[in-house]
């Protein structure tokens, strides 16, 4: 046994075991929590996972391993089953046309070239044969076609990635089946007894990573990251994708963290999405980033993101905070932690090297919240204490929503009988002229009229005030239009002096009531410009009922 060179994290973790030659070059994908047997297959794995697959005791995990188009199961460390994948469509023109060839209708020139034509048109992808074929030497297709067009054609996907689900129930050794993605942008969910298709969904790329949360049976989520750079979620009963994350560049590494997903791009980014698309955070790294895990350590309540980078380090993040380093002595290409013998945290990593490294979590080894890498403080990232949702609140979002309509149009009518009383109020206000106000920007002009006595003399003062910010006012008069049977006064214009911004001016006048029959009239005010027969202001005053005679 090797020990491990000694990084910045020592304290935390115990150094196991390292082989630096123990030729094993793999990715996280094909890494599970089993014991260690060897056995030998047909083609290169694309990924393997541990379940169970049935009730009967004793309770020993079944082994999945992904190859090709397909499923090699293990039990009890022996061949147990394999799984093939349903057969694609064929194309009809493609099939007509290698039956001419079979007949010797045709010659090997033109069937390339009918080939290539319904490659350029169809819906339908071409076969692999009929793809070799196409890049073929014109010395090479006659022989080719000879040996190949007796037999039937076939188009057969391959599978690119692979996980489990929760068959009903959520309990660790529960049983689970089996969930594959292909290169024909096919997503497939297999009972784990009679390795039956379950359910079929698809998406709009082929899938490379998934994880996957929940129960077949009650509901489930499956998040996949695609050849295309986006990343889509299925649900039960849905056979296309429910929500899609845009990402600005290509996701190299996919986790699930509670009821948010974790994703690493391929521009040295970990970003962090809820279960619906939308982004929580962003946090840059260091360097590319090579594979990524989950540390979950039920017992303590704790869970993290293993990220690993093409500097020879391996990053801890919880959310956006990175909380621990590990130096490797190369770069890590595969990550797995979970338990191993009596361990429960062993973490396990093999290297671009082919190197094996194992660690193993102290007990006493603590992890703190605060963020280790300089940026904004912790109390920045820390959700805010938002209140359950109350029956109340539940029953009057679903009135809402029940008579959403109907709301509106209420809403509406009583927006519109509002602005309809604020323009009677207005227009009131300026036939009136209760509170008179220039409407000219050029002379910002107020006045107030206040009628002092019993009668039959009065007396009228008007408070002139210019509400310019700093131009002041000039060559103004007043003007009094009025029932010269009622009322006399002893000046009926004036000249207004210069209005100074911000200062009130009093102007008096006496008013003489003639009548004596205890009526009373409205006196009309003109402010005008020295010239101008168009009044900048207009105001009308209610004069009172006079207590007395004018003496003559």
Wanted: charged fraction near 20%.
């Amino acid at each position: 046994m090797t020990s491990v060179p000694s990084g910045s994290e020592t304290s935390k973790w115990l150094d196991a075991h390292y082989d630096p030659v123990a030729n094993l070059y793999t990715f996280s994908s094909c890494i599970g929590k089993i014991s260690p047997y060897e056995n030998t297959l047909l083609d290169l794995p694309t990924g393997l996972v541990s379940f169970l697959m049935d009730q009967h005791e004793p309770r020993t995990p079944a082994i999945a391993v992904a190859s090709g188009p397909f499923i090699y199961v293990y039990k009890n460390l022996r061949p147990y089953f394999k799984f093939t994948l349903p057969p694609l469509e064929v194309n009809a023109l493609e099939q007509d046309v290698w039956n001419q060839a079979r007949e010797d209708m045709i010659d090997p020139l033109s069937l390339k070239e009918m080939l290539e034509g319904i490659r350029d048109k169809a819906d339908v992808p071409l076969s692999v044969r009929s793809l070799r074929f196409l890049m073929l030497d014109p010395q090479d297709t006659e022989a080719f076609v000879n040996l190949h067009k007796a037999q039937p054609i076939r188009r057969q996907t391959v599978i690119t990635c692979i996980g489990t689900l929760k068959k009903n129930m959520a309990d660790e050794d529960a049983v689970s089946c089996l969930v594959i993605g292909t290169e024909s942008k096919d997503v497939y969910i297999l009972d784990p007894e009679a390795f039956t298709i379950l359910s079929k969904m698809s998406v709009p790329s082929a899938p490379t990573q998934m994880d996957v949360t929940g129960q077949f049976d009650v509901e489930f989520r499956i998040t996949v990251a695609c050849r295309n750079g986006n990343i889509y979620i299925l649900r039960r009963d849905s056979p296309k994708p429910k929500y899609c994350i845009e990402l600005s560049s290509h996701p190299v590494g996919l986790v699930r963290m509670g009821k948010s997903v974790v994703v690493g791009c391929a521009q040295e980014t970990l970003q962090g999405f809820t279960q619906k698309g939308k982004k929580l955070w962003t946090a840059c790294l260091p360097a590319p980033v090579t594979t990524m895990g989950v540390m979950d350590l039920p017992t303590r309540g704790f869970q993290a993101v293993l990220v690993g980078l093409a500097n020879c380090e391996v990053h801890l993040y919880r959310d956006k905070n990175l909380i621990s380093t590990i130096k490797t002595p190369d770069v890590v290409t595969s990550i797995c932690f979970g338990r191993y013998g009596r361990e429960d945290g062993t973490l396990i990593m093999t290297t671009k090297g082919g190197g094996l490294i194992v660690k193993i979590l102290k007990r006493t080894a603590v992890f703190d919240d605060r963020d280790s890498a300089p940026g904004p403080p912790l109390a920045q990232s820390i959700r805010l204490n938002i209140p359950k949702k109350t029956k109340l609140y539940v029953d009057q979002t679903m009135r809402e929503r029940e008579n959403a309509v109907a709301m509106h149009r209420a809403f509406q009518m009583d927006l519109s009988r509002l602005r309809l009383a604020a323009a009677r109020a207005y227009v009131k206000a300026l036939e009136s002229s209760l509170t008179p106000m220039s409407s000219s920007l050029s002379e910002p002009l107020k006045m107030n009229a206040v009628v002092q006595g019993l009668g039959p003399s009065f007396k009228l003062t008007l408070n002139i005030q210019n509400t310019a910010a700093c131009r002041p006012v000039m060559h103004l008069a007043i003007s009094f239009l009025y029932d010269e049977s009622l009322y006399s006064m002893r000046t009926a214009f004036f000249k207004i002096p210069l209005l100074v911004p911000g200062l009130n001016y009093p102007i008096d006048t006496f008013v003489e009531c003639l009548s004596d029959k205890g009526i009373s009239d409205i006196i009309k005010v003109f402010v005008l410009r020295e010239g101008k027969s168009a009044p900048l202001l207009t105001a009308h005053i209610n004069m009172p009922v006079s207590e007395g005679l004018a003496l003559n």
